[in-house]
């Protein structure tokens, strides 16, 4: 599709939001996670980190009557990046579709559980454990230093005007 759009002259929509999407990336790779915060440095650990920051984005994008295009255009940009990712480490065409559904089902789940603990109607120690850890609890000090700097990275989202979070000016020195 992206080919016709280009020969016909039409540009794919969903670049608009490349920048914001390099910097959830960005953010989720950031070394702290990692070091500090203790999430785990394997395919599945980035994917939670990823899939958190991520999360975040599209709650603050859901808080703003403009920006609901945004959000879809946001979430189809992920869905296409992690079919390449899978492709990438050598997944097959015929499991490809299956893995991406996978992987759009535990966003779906996430996004519902953060939203939840980011609003104060859940704790979110549990929903961080549960999902960025996968159920195993990590030391206190890596759970407290990955509970206080992804709640400041929601709060910092939160404060940002929406045009600049659309442009993907989110980072923020934290970690």
Same mark, same amino acid.
């Not at 608009?16 to 390099?22: E, I, R, T, V």
């Given at each position: 599709?992206?080919?016709?759009?280009?020969?016909?002259?039409?540009?794919?929509?969903?670049l608009a939001m490349q920048p914001l999407y390099?910097?959830?990336?960005?953010?989720?790779?950031?070394?702290?996670?990692?070091?500090? &915060? $203790?999430?785990? +440095?394997? !395919?599945? /650990?980035?994917?939670?980190?990823?899939? #958190?920051?991520?999360?975040?984005?599209?709650?603050?994008?859901?808080?703003?009557?403009?920006?609901?295009?945004?959000?879809?255009?946001?979430?189809?940009?992920?869905?296409?990046?992690?079919?390449?990712?899978?492709?990438?480490?050598?997944?097959?065409?015929?499991?490809?579709?299956k893995r991406v559904g996978e992987m759009m089902s535990a966003l779906g789940g996430r996004l &519902? $559980?953060?939203? +939840?603990? !980011?609003? /104060?109607?859940?704790?979110?120690?549990? #929903?961080?454990?549960?999902?960025?850890?996968?159920?195993?609890?990590?030391?206190?000090?890596?759970?407290?230093?990955?509970?206080?700097?992804?709640?400041?990275?929601?709060?910092?989202?939160?404060?940002?005007?929406?045009?600049?979070?659309?442009?993907?000016?989110?980072?923020?020195?934290?970690?």
């Amino acid at each position: 599709m992206s080919f016709l759009n280009e020969l016909l002259g039409r540009k794919n929509p969903n670049l608009a939001m490349q920048p914001l999407y390099d910097a959830v990336i960005a953010e989720g790779r950031r070394l702290g996670w990692y070091e500090q &915060g $203790a999430v785990p +440095d394997t !395919l599945d /650990g980035r994917f939670d980190m990823i899939a #958190a920051i991520l999360c975040v984005v599209l709650i603050r994008l859901e808080q703003a009557d403009d920006a609901k295009q945004e959000n879809v255009w946001l979430t189809e940009l992920f869905v296409k990046d992690m079919d390449a990712q899978l492709r990438q480490i050598g997944i097959g065409d015929m499991i490809v579709g299956k893995r991406v559904g996978e992987m759009m089902s535990a966003l779906g789940g996430r996004l &519902g $559980a953060y939203r +939840d603990a !980011l609003t /104060g109607s859940a704790n979110i120690a549990d #929903a961080l454990t549960r999902n960025l850890y996968r159920g195993e609890t990590p030391t206190p000090e890596a759970l407290d230093f990955t509970t206080k700097e992804f709640t400041h990275f929601y709060n910092h989202i939160a404060e940002t005007a929406i045009d600049q979070v659309i442009a993907g000016n989110i980072a923020k020195a934290i970690i």
